[in-house]
């Protein structure tokens, strides 16, 4: 199994969406299937929330943007949405799980722009991109949180996703079963998450970006700035 291998399946998944909307954070996962997105579309639009212009999302977003506009000559349509207080303090309120009311009012501000969005959900899970993956590499681990994929996320996005339709790359059928020939080893050690993600990477995003943090959407509406 290769590298190229996977990097295929994921061209062809997103050519056969054929969505020009991104949810962007900025981070490894978004960055990745932006830059994929690039060789395919001449026009993308991509959303980015964050509860400050200082939030590392919104930076990074803005950053990564903007390489890719000079690198490969894209029109890239970039929706920053900024939470009023207010609305942060109602959204957490009425949260079940962390991060869900983030993820309401984010869909909500983009079924103004777009009916569909490609989004990177399940990257974490697939390529081993939790730190809890790091302080115990081993299958229990990697199937722990497969295990708790459904109930965790795809469930709470699909209820807080409202009319938009989200297209989930990452756990397309073809590319999970290339992935699942490969050994955890290959995706995470004691020191280093997603290798197989960062491989991939290497050449297509920029460094700060393999190198940032990893932040969440229960981050988006607490941290003003890092």
Do not use: W
């Not at 993308?44 to 000559?73: E, M, Q, W």
């Amino acid at each position: 199994m290769k590298i190229e291998d996977i990097e295929h399946r994921l061209v062809n998944v997103l050519i056969s969406i054929g969505c020009k909307c991104l949810a962007f954070s900025g981070g490894l996962d978004s960055s990745l299937l932006l830059y994929f997105m690039c060789q395919i579309f001449k026009t993308i639009n991509i959303f980015t929330i964050g509860c400050s212009t200082l939030h590392p999302d919104i930076l990074f977003a803005r950053n990564v943007a903007g390489y890719y506009r000079k690198r490969f000559g894209v029109a890239l349509k970039h929706y920053e949405y900024f939470p009023s207080s207010d609305e942060i303090k109602d959204a957490i309120a009425n949260e079940d799980l962390p991060g869900d009311g983030a993820v309401e009012l984010f869909y909500l501000f983009i079924s103004k722009h777009a009916d569909r969005i490609i989004a990177g959900d399940g990257a974490d899970e697939f390529m081993c991109g939790y730190y809890g993956h790091t302080r115990k590499p081993d299958e229990a681990t990697y199937y722990n949180y497969l295990r708790r994929l459904q109930e965790d996320h795809l469930i709470p996005l699909d209820l807080n996703s409202g009319q938009v339709e989200v297209y989930l790359p990452f756990i397309d059928e073809d590319l999970v079963s290339l992935l699942s020939q490969m050994p955890v080893s290959d995706k995470v050690d004691s020191a280093n998450r997603k290798k197989l993600m960062v491989e991939m990477a290497k050449g297509k995003v920029p460094r700060e970006v393999i190198r940032r943090r990893k932040y969440g959407f229960c981050d988006a509406l607490n941290i003003k700035e890092v």
